[in-house]
DNA sequence: CGCCGGATTGTCAAGATTTGACAGAGAGCC
DNA sequence: GGCTCTCTGTCAAATCTTGACAATCCGGCG
């Protein structure tokens, strides 16, 4: 399995990077912001699958930007505070933080947290998610995440369309033909075979929304197939 | 009434000897276990009253263990850890201890606690609890609280409004499908799937009554979501 | 090679259908 | 009676389907 990503927030650099060093030689991958604004832009655009907290933000109340996170997901947090305040420390666990440390602290210690952390809430989640290139179907939430330079966003798509989606993204390169498609995406129907191209078109212009352009071609005479096609 | 039966989990064969002893003579009945694999055995099997649990075991974390049990019963466990590390001590807390002994300990003291905690838990309430933004769920006592700017406040919620508020906030950002919904918080009843929509609307007045708008979000074609949709 | 014609696919909009929100009523149950 | 659960009906909005027409593809032919 693909190691984790860790979002370090920390405002001194020093800390940081002793963070991240021994967060790497653990073999973790990392990646750090020094406000919670940018915090949580990384959290948009990487969904990191732990996030190191320090509580002491230039710009942001440590607890605000937990809160923040926690209104679009259920990423583990580890509050890193400077005091050994116990009613910081209760109220960071109480907000949903999975784990408390104060500074000054043993990065081993950290990291062996993290670990725990994240082994705790692996597995808690079914949490299917399947991609393909710059798309992302998150299968049990229903929802359709598009990656583009400014970020992610979720695709604001039908039931069917949805279903288009899954089917392409989970086999990528197939080729498709109507009946199949009918079949999958569209039960308890009995709509001809060019009714899929409608929602094909739909999709199609969905997706180029939002900058993923190209991903569906029509095999004339079968059906469709998913894939981006390269150059030429 | 018949004695307790506790749960030794321990694979210092000296130490777990030692506590069966001052237990027995207490008069619990005791059975152990000396790893995780084998103590969750046991839970299943025997249904202890209590289990007094090493945080240290060989096959297992004992946050993980406590995890695992916590997943099937509301079985009161004492956690006993070999350092005193006060971040240990909260997070098995958290996750549902009910008390902690460090070691080196005073085995009279932990006799004196299991004594404690049974008192405290017989026929009380255990204390599972579920929280996702302001709302908190509390699954043993039935009781379901939205923090507002006012303080705390109890919904009065109705059994089947309950059920469906433990789903959601047990799974926040996952879409249920009515029927899901239907099997997991109308049992014994082949109602509609158009009813779902009527408790949905009542659960939704209620938390709106209390301040929580906008949690539950419809998913055309599909079902409910949980999960304040914010602007980002 | 370039053009033609049939077949296939893309686009669009209107109409049909489905869906969700909500209010109200009947039934069962203390 | 009061409470809860279930069902029905209505309305508006979202979605699906269809058919017409434009655009494109592809093989064959001059």
């Known amino acids: 399995m693909i ?7 920390e405002d001194d650099e020093e800390i940081a990077s002793l963070l991240e060093k021994y967060l790497a ?31 002491g933000l ?21 509050f890193v505070s400077a005091m050994d305040d116990s009613t910081d420390k209760l109220l960071g666990l109480k907000l949903g933080a999975d784990d ?11 990291v062996a947290r993290v670990g725990a952390v994240l082994k705790r809430t692996r597995g808690v989640a079914g949490h299917e998610v399947i991609r393909h ?10 929802i359709a995440i598009a990656s583009t330079e400014k970020g992610r966003v979720e ?25 199949s498609l009918l079949d999958a995406c569209m039960p308890e129907s009995d709509a001809l075979d060019r009714t899929v191209d409608t ?19 029509a095999i004339r005479g079968i059906g469709y197939r998913f894939a981006r096609s390269t150059g030429v």
């Open 25 to 55: 030689r653990a073999g973790y991958r990392t990646t750090k912001a020094s406000t919670g604004l940018a915090a949580l832009a990384h959290v948009q655009r990487l969904q990191p699958d732990l996030i190191l907290l320090d509580v």
């Open 100 to 110: 408390y440390v104060t500074k000054p602290f043993n990065p081993q210690e950290v």
């Open 3 to 9: 190691s984790s990503l860790v979002l370090v927030v």
């Open 155 to 179: 695709l604001p798509l039908t039931a069917t369309e949805f279903r288009l989606l899954v089917c392409f993204v989970r086999s990528p390169f197939k080729t498709f033909e109507r009946a």
């Open 133 to 142: 290139d710059g798309i992302e179907v998150q299968l049990d939430s229903h």
């Open 199 to 217: 929602h094909i078109a739909n999709l199609r212009r969905k997706l180029a929304n939002f900058g993923q352009e190209g991903y569906i071609k």
């Open 58 to 78: 230039p710009d942001m109340d440590g607890f605000e930007f937990l809160t923040k996170v926690r209104a679009q997901s259920t990423i583990p947090v580890i």
